[in-house]
């Protein structure tokens, strides 16, 4: 099987200009322990797009969004190899502080895991923590336009977050990452854990922040990749169980005319 | 949906290595924060230290005055009187009279009554139960040591003739009822943890209730039942008022349980509550009596979670 | 093929059936005694203090007269020993368990420390009393003070609250964490801003059941010299004190009945202390689980 970064992921990082590139990822490979979960992942991400990792369930993707904002080091245990320059700097270098890389890329999650507090201080505590000086009530109110949520909780700031419907929430958690306004927002299944309609206004949203905001959404769902991505990366989870990166192209083309004949066969259904 | 009008899109930030350090105040103040927890989990260890380094010290000067043999062979107890005999073999036979009592008593009814309620009783007679199992255990031991005096005792004394007022049977059958509720709930868990499925394979062979609860769940869940077994004893062994107010302060060398004896615990508590000044002998024997309570209560403690860790069933 | 007939005797069949409701009875039996027990316990102190229980009980000192003796002092010594002891503990318990829980990772260290933590939780109560005397009586040369039996209390209670603490913050999700380091939370704030306040209801029940245990001990405080003739209230943490319960051992020693009705009265008293305390435990805890809501 092949061991190399497969031939359209290196044709790939020829695709983008330099300044137009949010994260760069060079030769990135994941342990949780002893057992590897990712093998020399290249892959150059957009600004300002939406790039969808997809793939069937346990070929790493997860587990490579969380390397983006260096999450995976919750797990003990865990090693990696390799670099991912995020705006132009490396965030695995030795130096380099974890929070202030989390701080600066917002990540939003399966199911919707808002604080037991109220909304307001669901969507404030973020800045508070990093030390924000400005108007709070406006970074609030500003955050939760923007998540689309503002005119169904306006009234109701001090109540609960937890007292949302799950669509509602996943809107909250939204919220709560674009206060801190990051130029990235990484997204593991979104919209998993809800309803259809609730899916529908979520991937509404995503087109909205797509024009500030660069988007990697990890799904698992073809039909919602296809509708929501500009670029698509496919994964695979190879022999030993080590995922790879297959294929990346713009979602059109991708879903069109694969290049792999792996792609197609998971594009068509062959496996899942 | 509601858009607002688009602010000027800037070029996508450019970070310098520098961006991603992180700041000096940031790691005094993480580290700050972390250090007084750490001092207090410490304590916990200067807990211990403490108990081992008080006990130690009066025990070796007790025995430098009583020699070591003595203490195990002698016979008779009697520091505060003037012929003064030093044989913590009276205690003993004190604690573990009470300890035999109460164990006949709690350990039975204990696994009874844990199988009952996790092999018979329905959802609703289990929630009923169970608080009042816990109320059970919550109640303090001197309430213990009041009902054990003033209505079990004059009881058993109706039903037994020659019953002293201060007894070991009272006491030990008031120890174990409320001891009761610990072997009940610590069996209880043990058999919760046995596996649908073992019980479901014997049912489906024909077994009745009784068989599956007595031949399929008890054997395994007997880990977790031998520890709690184990830990009641340790229990019972440590208690001080129930036996400081219905067994007596007469150390008596016996194992009839119907004449007023002297527990461990009780002979601290009754040398507490005198004028024993420091240094003095008598007050040297109180920690002598501790350290042989403290080790018999930590090596069953041990045990038990040896017997929990050891033999622990291991299901899928 | 089935097995011939003969092999399987029916009335074997209904002696394992009979066998099985007797055991059935046998097994109901034995819990419902702790329950007839209980009810015993309960009705034999109502009988006997009920009628003693008056105003001028609680606020009388007390007495060689058992007529007016009174658990005044008693009563607030208790109330004044929780205070200091939750002070002492709180503090120090939550710290730990919060360390052990959020910050420590595998190691010696931690593994010696949770072995010690379950060593302490069951040593008996008296050998606390023996570590009060010889340190903060003696070498600390406290003496016989509130502040002696606070801190012999708190180190008592300490094991408690760790543990149970660290329940509560055990059953906080892991997403709660990884939303707050998402954010770009160092550790610290992650605990303190987001971890501990979901776990606060299970850490209330904790200190409540902390606290009820503290109320009820009597021996390690006659060990660290609480005593009963207290003719007067404590003022401060040096003051000597005595507790209700030591109150009660005092009385049940007499042999006059009418100091056995003061004691079942004081156990009354202590009883509906310690029945407020765990339903206020109760109530905090359903309050907070419905407002949290995993």
């Given at each position: 099987m092949v061991s190399s970064p497969s031939p359209s992921a290196a044709a790939a990082s020829a695709l983008f200009p330099a300044a137009e590139v949010a994260f760069d990822i060079r030769a990135l490979s994941l342990w949780y322990g002893s057992f590897q979960a990712l093998r020399d992942i290249t892959l150059q991400i957009p600004a300002r797009q939406v790039t969808a990792l997809i793939g069937p369930s346990g070929c790493g993707k997860s587990s490579l969004l969380r390397c983006l904002n260096r999450l995976n080091e919750l797990v003990p245990d865990v090693r990696i190899r390799g670099e991912v320059y995020f705006e132009g700097a490396n965030i695995y270098a030795p130096d380099t502080d974890p929070v202030e890389v989390r701080r600066r890329i917002g990540m939003v999650f399966q199911k919707p895991n808002p604080f037991p507090k109220s909304i307001y201080d669901n969507v404030a505590w973020g800045p508070r923590i990093n030390g924000y000086r400005g108007n709070l009530d406006e970074l609030v109110e500003r955050s939760l336009r923007r998540a689309a949520l503002w005119d169904e909780v306006k009234d109701k700031l001090r109540q609960s977050g937890l007292a949302l419907s799950g669509g509602q929430q996943q809107r909250l958690c939204i919220a709560r990452a674009l206060a801190l306004e990051p130029d990235v927002i990484l997204m593991d299944e979104p919209c998993s854990a809800l309803d259809p309609i609730a899916t529908y206004r979520i991937e509404g949203l995503i087109s909205e922040l797509k024009s500030q905001y660069t988007i990697v959404i990890v799904t698992h769902n073809m039909q919602q990749a296809s509708r929501v991505s500009d670029y698509t990366a496919f994964m695979l989870?190879?022999?030993?169980?080590?995922?790879?990166?297959?294929?990346?192209?713009?979602?059109?083309?991708?879903?069109?005319?694969?290049?792999?004949?792996?792609?197609?066969?998971?594009?068509?259904?062959?496996f899942g | 949906m509601i858009t607002l009008p688009r602010p000027e899109v800037a070029a996508p930030r450019?970070?310098?290595?520098?961006?991603?350090?992180?700041?000096?105040?940031?790691?005094?103040?993480?580290?700050?924060?972390?250090?007084?927890?750490?001092?207090?989990a410490l304590v916990s260890i200067f807990t211990t230290v403490g108990i081992v380094?008080?006990?130690?010290?009066?025990?070796?000067?007790?025995?430098?005055?009583?020699?070591?043999?003595?203490?195990?062979?002698?016979?008779?107890?009697?520091?505060?009187?003037?012929?003064?005999h030093f044989g913590i073999v009276v205690l003993l036979s004190g604690t573990l009279l009470t300890t035999a009592i109460a164990m006949l008593v709690a350990l039975p009814l204990g696994l009874l009554s844990a199988i009952y309620l996790s092999e018979y009783a329905r959802p609703g007679v289990r929630r009923v139960l169970k608080p009042v199992l816990e109320i059970l255990a919550g109640i303090p031991t001197v309430v213990y040591g009041y009902f054990a005096l003033l209505f079990v005792t004059p009881l058993l004394q109706?039903?037994?003739?020659?019953?002293?007022?201060?007894?070991?049977?009272?006491?030990?059958?008031?120890?174990?009822?409320?001891?009761?509720?610990?072997?009940?709930?610590?069996?209880?868990?043990a058999m919760a943890a046995v596996p649908r499925a073992l019980r479901e394979g014997a049912y489906a062979l024909g077994a009745t209730r009784f068989e599956v609860a007595t031949q399929i769940v008890v054997p395994a869940a007997l880990s977790g039942i031998v520890a709690a077994f184990i830990l009641a004893v340790s229990r019972a062994i440590g208690e001080t008022m129930i036996v400081a107010i219905a067994a007596g302060l007469s150390p008596t060398l016996t194992l009839n349980p119907l004449?007023?004896?002297?527990?461990?615990?009780?002979?601290?508590?009754?040398?507490?509550?005198?004028?024993?000044?420091?240094?003095?002998?008598?007050?040297?024997?109180?920690?002598?009596?501790?350290?042989t309570l403290f080790m018999l209560t930590l090596a069953l403690n041990i045990v038990s979670q040896w017997v929990l860790d050891r033999f622990r069933e291991e299901y899928q | 093929m089935s097995p011939p007939a003969a092999s399987y005797s029916a009335p074997h069949l209904m002696r394992r059936r009979l066998r099985g409701r007797l055991f059935e009875w046998l097994a109901l039996a034995s819990t419902v005694v702790a329950i007839v027990v209980l009810a015993l316990l309960l009705l034999d102190v109502l009988h006997d203090g009920l009628p003693r229980l008056s105003w001028s009980f609680l606020t009388n000192y007390p007495s060689r007269l058992a007529a007016r003796a009174g658990i005044a002092p008693a009563l607030v010594g208790s109330v004044a020993l929780i205070v200091l002891t939750a002070a002492l503990a709180l503090p120090t318990g939550i710290a730990a368990a919060v360390w052990l829980e959020e910050y420590a990772r595998r190691s010696w260290l931690t593994r010696v420390i949770e072995v010690n933590i379950a060593n302490l939780a069951g040593v008996p109560s008296i050998i606390y009393g023996l570590l009060g005397l010889g340190l903060f009586v003696r070498a600390l040369n406290l003496q016989r003070s509130l502040l002696a039996g606070a801190l012999t209390m708190a180190l008592l209670v300490l094991p408690i609250i760790i543990l149970n603490t660290r329940e509560a913050l055990r059953a906080v999700p892991r997403s709660q964490r990884e939303a707050a380091y998402a954010l770009g939370a160092t550790r610290s704030q992650v605990v303190w801003g987001v971890v501990v306040p979901a776990a606060l209801p299970g850490i209330f029940t904790g200190i409540i059941l902390a606290l009820s245990r503290a109320i009820g001990e009597t021996a390690p405080l006659i060990v660290v010299g609480a005593v009963a003739f207290i003719a007067f209230l404590p003022t401060s943490p040096l003051d000597p004190f005595t507790v209700l319960p030591i109150q009660i051992f005092n009385w049940v020693s007499r042999p006059q009945p009418a100091f056995h009705a003061n004691a079942a009265a004081a156990i009354l008293v202590l009883l509906v202390v310690l029945l407020s305390l765990n339903a206020t435990a109760i109530v905090l805890r359903d309050r907070a689980r419905r407002s949290l809501r995993w």
């Open positions: 989870a190879g022999e030993e169980r080590v995922g790879e990166l297959i294929e990346f192209a713009p979602t059109s083309q991708f879903f069109t005319k694969p290049r792999d004949k792996r792609s197609e066969d998971y594009i068509t259904g062959r | 450019r970070l310098r290595a520098r961006d991603l350090r992180r700041p000096l105040r940031r790691t005094l103040r993480e580290w700050a924060c972390e250090l007084p927890l750490l001092v207090a380094a008080v006990l130690a010290a009066e025990t070796l000067a007790f025995f430098r005055l009583v020699p070591l043999g003595q203490f195990l062979t002698d016979t008779q107890w009697t520091p505060l009187f003037l012929e003064k109706a039903l037994i003739p020659g019953l002293a007022v201060f007894n070991a049977l009272s006491a030990g059958i008031v120890m174990g009822i409320m001891i009761l509720p610990l072997v009940s709930s610590m069996s209880e868990d004449v007023p004896i002297e527990t461990m615990t009780a002979y601290i508590v009754q040398v507490s509550q005198g004028d024993t000044p420091q240094g003095t002998l008598e007050y040297r024997t109180i920690f002598a009596v501790g350290t | -």
